[in-house]
């Protein structure tokens, strides 16, 4: 499988506390792209990091790449209630015009 | 409203049937996915096109055909249904899938075969 794979599965956090997931991959990539699913809801897109950038920020959110150990982090930082949903990485490989692969994602919940 | 539009939202369908789903996108973007989404399994790449006439196979196209006749739409078809084809699914669009703007998603699909 070309999938991500995220860790841990599930995250429990208290309000303002920082929240960290990690994803895993397996090839080459052009980039790397990171999705929050609230419950029965669609994707939706929260930031996009390049092979060649190692540390990109958007509010809250910090996101790291190591392509030598292929894998990335999401740091949520001073987590909200309004933060609990899935987490997915996705990859989009270097030789591949159209595919974006997802991972299994992190279920993280913050509790008030 | 621009944004992605499935329909429909719920589907129930007898093993054999057949059915199209749809997806329609009014921001011009040529990249289209759709994906399947089942518990524990995360979200896995069925078809995809990169622009009007051109798709190609993902990760789990077995059972499934798109067409890609307009930039705007790209309906999933499913040849007959199978209780393996139960999930939800979802379509998604991108202007490019390698600048910063990723994947717009559709509200999705949940669809049993029974």
């Known amino acids: 499988s070309q999938q991500g794979e995220e860790d841990p599965q599930a995250l429990s956090i208290q309000e303002g506390e920082n929240a960290t997931m990690n994803c895993s991959y397996k090839?080459?990539?052009?980039?790397l792209q990171w999705y929050r699913q609230n419950s029965g809801r669609g994707l939706v897109h929260l930031i996009l990091?390049?092979?060649?950038?190692r540390e990109k920020h958007s509010g809250r959110l910090r996101v790291t790449l190591d392509t030598s150990k292929k894998s990335s982090s999401l740091l949520i930082t001073a987590s909200r209630a309004a933060d609990t949903a899935s987490y997915f990485c996705?990859?989009?490989?270097?030789?591949?015009?159209?595919?974006?692969?997802f991972g299994r994602g992190t279920q993280l919940t913050v509790w008030p | 409203n621009a944004g992605v539009t499935q329909t429909p939202k719920f589907q129930v369908l007898k093993t054999g049937q057949s059915m199209t789903l749809q997806c329609a996108q009014d921001?011009?973007?040529?990249?289209m996915s759709w994906y399947r989404q089942d518990p524990g399994m995360g979200l896995r790449l069925i078809h995809y096109?990169?622009?009007?006439?051109?798709?190609d196979q993902g990760e789990v196209p077995n059972g499934y055909n798109v067409s890609r006749s307009t930039t705007e739409d790209f309906p999933l078809r499913l040849l007959s249904a199978a209780p393996s084809q139960t999930s939800v699914y979802f379509c998604?669009?991108?202007?490019?899938?390698?600048?910063?703007?990723?994947?717009?998603f559709g509200s999705g699909t949940r669809l049993t075969v029974v």
């Open positions: 998604a669009s991108s202007y490019s899938i390698t600048t910063g703007e990723g994947y717009t």
């Open positions: 090839t080459s990539i052009n980039n």
């Open positions: 990091i390049r092979s060649n950038e």
């Open positions: 996705a990859t989009k490989e270097g030789s591949t015009l159209g595919r974006l692969y």
């Open positions: 921001m011009n973007h040529e990249y």
């Open positions: 096109s990169v622009g009007a006439g051109i798709t």
